[in-house]
C-alpha cells in the first residue's frame, strides 16, 4: 500500500474458505466428513458425508449407483453407451455398450473402476465420490476413429446415463449458435433438489 506521503507498507490479507459438506449430521451430531469408499455385501458405500452412495458390483446392474442426498431424494442408475454426435447434420454413431459383465473395484480411497466396461471401446468407468460432490467419468484408453460423414468442428462424445429412479428434474437451457451458425441447445446444469449436475 502507497500512503498519501508516499511511504510504502504492507497489509497482510485474510479470507476464509467456504466448503460444501465438511461435516455432515448423524445420530444427532456433527461429524467430519471423509472421502472415503468402503467395501460391503452388496457393493461399495460411500456414507461418511451428507450425501450418501451406493456403487454396484458390476457396471451392468440396472441400478450401478445409487445417490442419496441430503434432502431425502435419491437418484439411481448407470451408464449405457457411449457414441459421436454431430448436432449440425444430426448422425450419431454407438462407440460402445455397457458388456454383460463388468465387474467393479474400490480404488482407496474413494474411486469405484469398472474396467474395460463397454463393448466396442477401450473405456473404464469410474466413479469418485467426495464430500461435496460425485462424478461419474468415463476414461478412454483408445481414440475412437471419427467417421468419414462427421465433421470433427462440430461432433462431439456422448456418455448417455439412464436415471432410473429420480425426482423430476430442473433443467437448465442455454440456446445459442456456434461459430459456423448452427442452432445448438445445451443443458449446463440439470438439478434434483440439491444434487446438481453439471459436465
Known amino acids: 500500500m502507497t500512503s498519501a506521503d508516499g511511504a510504502v507498507g504492507f497489509k497482510t490479507n485474510e479470507f476464509t474458505v467456504l466448503e460444501n459438506g465438511i461435516f455432515y449430521l448423524q445420530d444427532g451430531a456433527w461429524q467430519p466428513s471423509e472421502d472415503l469408499i468402503e467395501s460391503f455385501p452388496g457393493g461399495a458405500i460411500a456414507r461418511r458425508g451428507p450425501h450418501k452412495a451406493i456403487f454396484s458390483p458390476d457396471a451392468a446392474s440396472d441400478v450401478v449407483f445409487d445417490f442419496l442426498a441430503s434432502d431425502g431424494r435419491r437418484l439411481q ?3 449405457r453407451e457411449v457414441r459421436l454426435a ?3 447434420s444430426g448422425l450419431a454413431y454407438m462407440l460402445g455398450t455397457v458388456k454383460p459383465s463388468a ?3 474400490i480404488v482407496p480411497p474413494n474411486k ?9 471401446l477401450a ?3 469410474v466413479y ?3 464430500h461435496n460432490g460425485i462424478s461419474q467419468n468415463v476414461v478412454l484408453k483408445q481414440c475412437p476413429a471419427l467417421p468419414a460423414d462427421l465433421d470433427p468442428a462440430t461432433t462431439r462424445l456422448e456418455v448417455w446415463t439412464e ?3 429420480a425426482p423430476v428434474p430442473s433443467v437448465n437451457e442455454v440456446r445459442y449458435q456456434t461459430a459456423e451458425g448452427v442452432d445448438a441447445v445445451e443443458h449446463p ?6 444434487l446438481l449436475i453439471s459436465p
Open 128 to 130: 469418485v465420490w467426495r
Open 112 to 120: 469405484v473402476v469398472y474396467r474395460d466396461a463397454l463393448n466396442g
Open 189 to 194: 446444469t440439470i438439478s434434483f433438489g440439491v
Open 123 to 125: 473405456a473404464d468407468i
Open 77 to 79: 442408475g448407470g451408464v
Open 163 to 165: 436415471f432410473l429412479d
Open 86 to 88: 454431430d448436432p449440425a
Open 103 to 105: 465387474p467393479g473395484e
